[in-house]
């Protein structure tokens, strides 16, 4: 089985798993980097993949690794999810997993054909100023025609040839309305606000029996946020269009759709991709698709949600393209031209270049040799579309150099200033394994900040630059290079930038609750306090995600460091980390009984008092109650749902996203827990309690679950899977449908 690997949005291959194990050891590819194969409901982290898949046993163990006292910090959370209590600790194998692959960076071979050298016009390339035309559009311009298509299908679509009920009509014309502007408003809408609205429609719309269009029902089961609902309405939409009147388009989206959760041993894969196959053709001739409107068509299947459907029927939708007459001469040339590639690095495999056969560097530059011709013949046919050039720059990547790849990021930018595959493969192609260096990638980084287009996201391409480097460098999850003294003074010009340009905007408040986070993170507390004073002392709260740290007291913590006490937190915080609880709690303690704090300095000297005194308690090794004390949950993190602790235990009710919250105390990795849960009450008969270890971020990916559940589909199970997804191993076993407990 053969895994797709993506970076940035950049396809770079399709690879075996013993493949993708040796190019992550080997820092070719990072922990970090997304992977997908069929079979599995979504994109995930290439280390949740290796983890899954452990390699075989050796015939002797290897030797143990050495771990710093830092590395053993992790925290242990209580999580409620479903109806039930969850309790959540971060584990040995996730960190392990990081430690193995810093050790294995030790040698690399280079990923260059045999002979050549590295390209001394990195540099040039790197740093040479962004030329930008007049007819270069942006990312909003584009989102704009993207929007007036799917205005054009989905809308006037409904309007003109939807199944209408009276009862429906209105709820689903306000959901069209609404997912548009969610999918693709403008800067003042209101995303949040757009996304409660398109959920309670879509949920309202599926349980009412007079919604029967197809179109309607396809679009509700993207806002589903369970995997067998989803299913379940895509296949009551995929039925609805069996007597529709609309136009091939939507018939595609929904078939393609559906495909994507499949196994790609599924019986009904076959026929499912061979109905997406001839509703594409139908595309090309119903007048779903204009001729403008081929780019947004050869986006969806390069790189969009139907690259899989791609993949697997390539030769079908290029010859449907090709017999589409003059109208789609470029679709054809770029379909075509983007298969050769994926068939080139088919052709040589995915080892390094001493490891491909001679007959394999053959057949790949044939490959890239057609695919030169197709996209270059694209880009002469339409100069306006981006894509065949940032597509040949992929090209260049395997078989010229750095040089080349610049002329056509060039010639992409014109096109469009911040299309985000010329940018990535920019970005890739001045990686040390290509024709870079690290100095290259800084400077790449410069340019991008230097052309000053707030308008766009190109300065921004600057902070991906420093996610390169912190690959490059092998830093672990949660640290960064912000507060390097050649990065931090242009990380301040790029937020100062975006800030200005956002001034008095929606924006503006992300801008400034993303550079707080920053700012934090770099240890420049004073930048951090400035703006969070400049937002209310109230970030975005959302923004505290994804950051392989636990940031939900920065507001507070700013606000104990760089007030009265400042001197003593530091101090508190430093023995903290040196695992000196005793000295940290007695500092804290003392500060409790001070008067000199502010309001939001005391709220973290008080929560730092009960997770100090909790991690104190665990280094005894003795059995300790792991439940908030307090009805208002100091030591404790909650994200969804409401706690109150009543009865000895916690009383648990549960939002729209089920309910989590997580203990901030610093447990270690290794441990026992144990404890019980009640329904009390379900809409259902359905169920779910158990433990969740790692940072558990609801948007993040890196941690795991440990659940005791029972539901229509699964029945009664125990799973241990990533986060709350579908990548699980499932063990049946026999529940109680009011109390159960768990060790």
Known sequence: MNYHVNRDGQELGQFPLDELRRKHGNGEFSGNDLVWCEGMADWQTLDLVLLQNPPPKMTAPPPIPQYSPKSHKAPVWIIVGGVALFAVVVGLVAVRVVQVAKKAVVQRTSLLPVGRTRNTAAMRAASAPVAVSDKSVTEEQVRVKRRAFRERHYLQGYKERGDRHPETDADCIKFLEAWLEKQYGSESTNAAAQSE???????????????????????????????HEAERRLERAMKAFENSKHKAYPRFYSVVSFSRYLNSNSPRLPAIDAEGVRYFKAMLSDGSIQPDDQEDIAETLASGWASSFFVRNAPALIAAARDAGPNFEWLGSMLEGRHEIDEAWRARGTGFSDAVSQAGWKEFERHLQVARSELTSAWNLRKDFPLAPAEMMRVALGSSDITEMREWFDKAVAAQLDYPGAWSSMRWGLRSRWYGDEESMLAFGLTALNTHRFDTDVPRKFFDVLNDLSAEEKLRAGDYLFSRPDIWPHLQEMYDGYIKHEAGKPGELGWRSTYINIAYLAGKYDVARKQLEAVNWEPTRRNFDGWHRELSLIPE???????????????????????????????????????????????????????????????????????????????????????????????????????????????????????????????????????????????????????????????????????????????????????????
């Open 557 to 743: 913590e700013v606000a104990a460091r760089t007030g009265a006490v400042g001197t003593k937190v530091a101090q508190a915080e430093e023995m903290r980390r040196a695992r000196d609880f005793n000295g940290a709690l007695g500092i804290y303690r003392d500060l409790v009984a001070g008067t000199n704090a502010d309001p939001r300095a005391m709220r973290f000297i008080r929560d730092r008092v009960m997770s100090v005194s909790l991690e104190q308690s665990l280094k005894t090794g003795d059995w300790l109650r792991f439940m908030p004390e307090e009805k208002n949950l100091i030591g404790w993190c909650s994200r969804h749902g409401t706690f109150e602790p009543a009865n000895g235990g916690l009383e648990v009710h549960a939002d729209k996203l089920g309910h989590m919250i997580f203990s901030r105390a610093i447990v270690g990795w290794s441990f026992e827990i144990k404890g019980d849960f009640d329904v009390v009450s379900s809409s259902s008969k359905a169920f779910q309690a158990g433990i969740v270890f790692g940072l558990p971020q609801w948007e993040g990916r890196d941690w795991y679950a440990f659940r005791i559940k029972r539901n229509e589909t699964e029945g009664d199970v125990v799973s241990l899977s990533d986060g709350w997804g579908s990548n699980q191993v499932l063990q049946p076993v026999k529940l109680n449908g009011s109390s159960n407990s768990f060790t």
């Open 197 to 227: 609205i398109v959920s309670e429609l879509a949920d309202k719309l599926v349980a009412s029996s007079n919604c029967t269009d197809g179109l309607v029902l396809v679009l509700t089961a993207g806002e589903s946020p369970e995997l």
